[in-house]
Nanobody, 122 residues
Framework: QVQLVESGGGLVQAGGSLRPSCAAS????????MGWYRQAPGKERELVAG???????YYADSVKGRFTISRDNAKNTVYLQMNSLKPEDTAVYYC????????????????WGQGTQVTVSS
């Protein structure tokens, strides 16, 4: 019933930009906190950015100033604007939804998407 579908990943050169999106269905989107996680080969899953039901945002130190998370409740969609991309940003990016109004830990998220690949070349 609940689906989170990521899109908008791809291959980009260092310094470039991407804006993956996550379309949600089967849930009351406006009541959920949303987050973007990423996982690179050989690395553990990392919270990149989160946004609460009220619009409060969180960013990992590694992406502050470069990434912006936003949500469009009318479209049931969350976005991750990624600028000044670095090779270290290469990972599969996952969208997640939490029934809690604010969530930072993986076990606080109830639903997960299948991920979208982001590859940044030097």
């Amino acid at each position: 019933q609940v689906q989170l579908v990521e899109s908008g990943g791809g291959l980009v050169q260092a310094g470039g930009s991407l804006r993956p999106s996550c379309a949600a269905s089967g849930l009351t989107f406006g009541s959920y906190a949303m987050g973007w996680y990423r996982q690179a080969p050989g690395k553990e899953r990392e919270l990149v950015a989160g946004i609460s039901s009220g619009g409060r945002t969180y960013y990992a130190d590694s992406v502050k100033g470069r990434f912006t998370i936003s949500r469009d409740n009318a479209k049931n969609t969350v976005y991750l604007q990624m600028n000044s991309l670095k090779p270290e940003d290469t990972a599969v990016y996952y969208c997640a939804a939490s029934k809690q109004g604010w969530a930072l830990r993986p076990n606080q998220y109830d639903y997960w998407g299948q991920g979208t690949q982001v590859t940044v070349s030097s």
